[in-house]
Every structure is written in structure tokens, then in C-alpha cells.
């Protein structure tokens, strides 16, 4: 007899389950679940599937000795969906699969996401427990998987995007065939949050997550409110260097040589349904394909202005703003919503050879200067580590982000960060052409650095090591002494006072098995 509770399929999210940080101690990070798998659940749904979300973040927050093997094995799920979207989840998401198929020899094992996609032969050669890797985007190819497996069919030949493995052992290449339109995108409303596992749990998940008690307590002092991505669209045209969602790797790994946009109207219905059915209204959009012309997103902040209470959106341009945008924006969203802005780094020529979408440092101050005297709040994004960039240009960045915050009372933060080599970016492609030299290239590479509790960035330029980089990072970007040890002692009281509060078991993190202790 089946389960009341059985599920065809079963989507999973494993964060980087495990990464050491110097003040915070062990911690989880990519803690937030791809917009995609809303989607995929909803398509599956729609052809009359059962299935739900498990985000192992959320779940070993609760119980430590949660294991997904054992809620694939309660279920009776014939299908085990891992997304595989972001590298720092390789190893965590292959050791989760590992564990789930070996504790349920008959669960079909499928992959799926932008690193997924990109390895996806390479996955299936070196890791024989995952059985399939759906490459790009994989609404109507996973569910006519999951429809091939319940029917016991083992001829996979016509699921579309699909690299499988056959009764032979032979690896098999389907053709990508679907890649979805504007109908199909419109199709969807991304708001399944629900279908997430202890989804009140996940909405409230920060992007680091301690597993330390005391450490907890102090990070969550100041905590952010929950961010949920909202998706506009999909495709983007322009090719930065370092960036795997860059044209090219779209084009290479979905198919796709098409922006496709969803409209005002649906995504004024997903942002309704969030802010009223999950009370979530703090929203993040990271899509702006066509920054010199934005009439689309102008129409779009026109309809969400028609929701109450105003909402909260963070958008983050590819480009500069126009001043419609920026009007629009005011106008229709909530008075705490940010424009975010990405220079990178101050040396324009830098800029120019690195970066779609280029733009002066006078135009940005420009828009700042419209920004500041409409008390529109922003943040700013830098990077360093950048080919041919050398240390004068880090610290003219450095001086330069310091003047512009002082500058301008719309600057809420700068943000520093590193490149980290990303699969499919053009310094990945083709390293010699920018003067690099990769330290990961393969599957293989990125499951054992992402093992490791440290953070790294996978390249050295001609001017920096690796070392070196992380080092900058550390000395302009990190902690100062004095933080640290502000910190480290409220760490340490905090553990004082909380002693008879048991901390969770790290080996328990990423123990998935079915008797996990």
C-alpha cells in the first residue's frame, strides 16, 4: 500500500554545509534555494506530481540529526532532484547524493543548475550513484523524467536537456530542446514557498548561518530581514569576464541566445501572493539585461506600485539607472528600497575590458548625485583580484569607495569581495587569454576545494597569487584587530552564559544517512 504521504519527487537544496569564518567559526553558507526550483515544483504539480522542497540548511537548523536519505526512504520517492546550481555547493550536494543512494539503491538520482549543466558528463563519469543531469533549464524535462520513472521506462532518449546514463553504462547526450519562452515563463508564479519542508524555518534563514550557539546569537544582533529573489526574466546579453551567467555560458550550457521577460502583471501576482500569504516584503531582482533602455522595468514598478503596503525591493543594475528608472522607482516602492550599483574597481580601462555594460566613474557620480537628492538609499559593489590589476589599482579602489561613502549619505555600504572563479566564465574558458592560471577545472576540483574549510578563489593572476589576494582581502576588507577581539570576547561570554546549551555535532552537519547519530 503507498504512503498517504509519498512523494514522486523530491527537490533538494544542500548548501555549503560546512566553511570556516575567522570571527563566526563553522558556519553554512548558499543557504537560499535557486528561484528555479519554485518553477519546477509548480510544473510538476501542474502534470499532477507530488513533490515538495527539502533545504538541508533549514532542516539541520532544527535537528542536526536530520537525514535526507531517511525522508527519501519515508516518502517512497522513485526520483531525488539535487540542484546543483552554485559551485560552493558541489561538495555538499555529491556527498548528500552519495549518501541518499546508497541507503536507497532504487531512488533515480537527478542533478540539475548552472554547475550541474556545465559538468554534467563530467558529473555522470566520475560519480556512477547520480544517474541523469538535467542540463539548463529543466521545468518540462524534469517532469517528463519523473513521468519515465514512475512508468518503470528506462528509454530516456526523448526527455528533453537530458545526459543519462543507459542499461550499458553508456553516457547519452540528449539534445537541448527545451529552453523556455515567454509563455512558459509566464506560466509559473515562483511563490511556492510552501512547498518547501519547514518553509517558516527556511524564510527566516540569513545568508550565513552559524552552527555554533554563541555564535549565532551574535551574528543574528543585527540580523537582515529575509531576502526573497524574485524572478523577472531570464537570458542576459552582455559577457562579463568573470561571470558564468554571462551570455556565452548561457548560450553553451541552456541554449539559450534569447532574453525572455515575464510580465508586469504576473510578477505583480508573485510578489501579492508572498507579501500576503508568507508575509515576506523584502525582495531582491537581479536582472536588468538591457540597462540603456528601461521602459519594461519602468512598466513593471508602475504595477507593482498598485500593490499595498508599498514594497521593498532591492534591485541591482547591470548598468547605470536612467532617470526614469529612478523616478519610477521612488515613485511606485517602498522608501527603504535600494538601488544597487556594481563599479568593481576604480581604473575605468579595467573596468572597460572586464565588465558588460561599462560606464565612467563621472556618470556613476552622476546618478549619485540624482540618487543623493532624492534620498534614494544605495549600496555599492567593488572586487579586486581582477587580470592585469595590480596593487596601486586595489588601493585607488580602496580610496575611492572611502571618498564616495563619504561623499554621499545615500551610500548605505560598500561591499568588497574577491573574484571567485566561476565554471564557464571567460577567464575559466580561456585562462591564457587573460593571463591566469586556473587551480580548479574539473568536477573533480571543485568537490574537493569546496570540502576544505577555508575559502578560495581557484586562480592567480600575474601580479597575485591566490595567498596573496585572500591576504588583501584580509588587511582592506576584513576584520580589524579591534573587531576581532571586540568579538572573539563576546563570543566568549556568550559561551559562558550559554554553557548548558548543547552545540551541534559538526559530524552530524553532513551525516545523511539513514541512521545518522
Known sequence: MKNPEHADCILIHVPKLLEYDSLLGWNSKVNFIAMGMYSLVEELTNKGFSSHIVNLAAEKTLNPLFSIANHVKYFEAPVAAFSLHWHPQTYDSIEAARQVKEDNPAVFIVFGGYTSSYFAKDILENYPFIDAVIRGEGEKPLSELVKKVLAKDSDLSEVPNLVWRNNEGSIIENSITFIAN??????WNFSAIDKVKNFTTYVNL??????????????????????FGICFGRGCPGTC?????SYKTIKNITGRCNTVWRSPEKIKETLETILHKFKINNFYVCFDPSPENQTYLESVFEELGKITPKIKLDFECFGLPTEGFIESFQKNLHPESLILLSPEIANEELRKKHRAFYFSNAQMEEILDILEEKKIKTQLYFTFGLPDETMKDIKSTHKYQKNLKK????ITKNFFFPVEMEPGAPWFENPDKFEIKLKRKTIADFHRVHSEKTMSLGYETKHFSEKKILKIRQKYFGYSIKQMIFFMLIRFILRLTMFKQKDINLKQIRNHRINAN
Open 206 to 227: 540569513q545568508w550565513m548561518l552559524p552552527w555554533e550557539k554563541a555564535a549565532r546569537v551574535l551574528f543574528n544582533q543585527r540580523p537582515t530581514p529575509t531576502i
Open 407 to 410: 561623499k554621499y549619505k545615500c
Open 182 to 187: 515567454e509563455e512558459d515563463i509566464n506560466s
Open 241 to 245: 569576464t568573470w561571470c558564468g551567467g
